[in-house]
């Protein structure tokens, strides 16, 4: 009975050393994870004397810019799904769009006049998206996905503001991404509307 005892007692140390191994491994990993993370992405950007007029310091401005380029995607859904004047305007502000955040993310000055036609023509091409937005049946994927690209906006300025550069970028990009993933679900929403009314009739 006594080796019995034993043989259990044995056991359970056994299991609560291979549990307790287990944990210290996890811990171990989660560390060395979030030293990875404070290394790499909250360091604050060194910034250098040329990014000070840059919108983002060079080699990160070109990230956004490389995402500026599937614009075109949205003008051409645009196009396909053009099915009424509404529809057929919002495609040209949504090609304005393209053309002028290309135009600025490929040498982002901030004192120039090319941000402040590309401020203009996405104030008022998201402004217009959100309009037509209001009246589509899927209102989260419509309307839901373009008003949070355009919640990116200020939270990727706070983010900059503090000097997380490698941070801000990717809310600025979920811009771009979100906003152009609306507009072509709200496209085609009128698209399919139209085409559903024009075979009842």
């Known amino acids: 009975m006594v080796d ?9 140390k056994v299991k609560k050393g291979k549990k ?3 944990v210290k491994t996890k811990l171990r990993f989660f560390k060395r994870k979030f ?11 060194k910034l250098k004397e040329k990014d000070e007029e840059l919108g983002y310091p060079d080699g990160i401005y070109q990230k956004v810019f490389k995402i500026c380029c599937i614009h075109p995607i949205g003008v051409l859904a645009g196009v396909y799904y053009s099915s009424s004047v509404s529809t057929i305007l919002a495609t ?6 393209s053309l ?9 000055l901030v004192s120039s006049i090319r941000r402040t036609i590309d401020m203009i023509v996405a104030f008022t091409a998201i402004s217009y998206h959100i309009y037509l937005s209001l009246s589509t049946t899927n209102k989260i994927l419509c309307l839901g ?3 949070l690209g355009a919640m990116m906006y200020p939270i990727s300025l706070v983010i900059n503001h503090c000097g997380y550069h490698q941070i801000g970028y ?6 771009h991404v979100f906003v152009m993933i609306g507009a072509i679900f709200t496209y085609r929403d ?6 559903n009314a024009d075979l009842n009739s």
């Open 20 to 22: 307790v191994k287990k």
């Open 170 to 175: 990717i809310f600025h990009c979920l811009i």
């Open 190 to 195: 009128y698209y399919n509307r139209k085409k």
């Open 4 to 12: 019995k005892d034993r043989k259990v007692k044995n056991d359970k």
């Open 100 to 108: 002028s955040s290309i135009n600025y993310w490929r040498n982002p």
């Open 35 to 45: 030293r990875f993370i404070r290394k790499y992405k909250l360091l604050r950007y």
């Open 145 to 147: 996905l373009i008003l």
């Open 92 to 97: 040209v502000l949504a090609t304005m769009l």
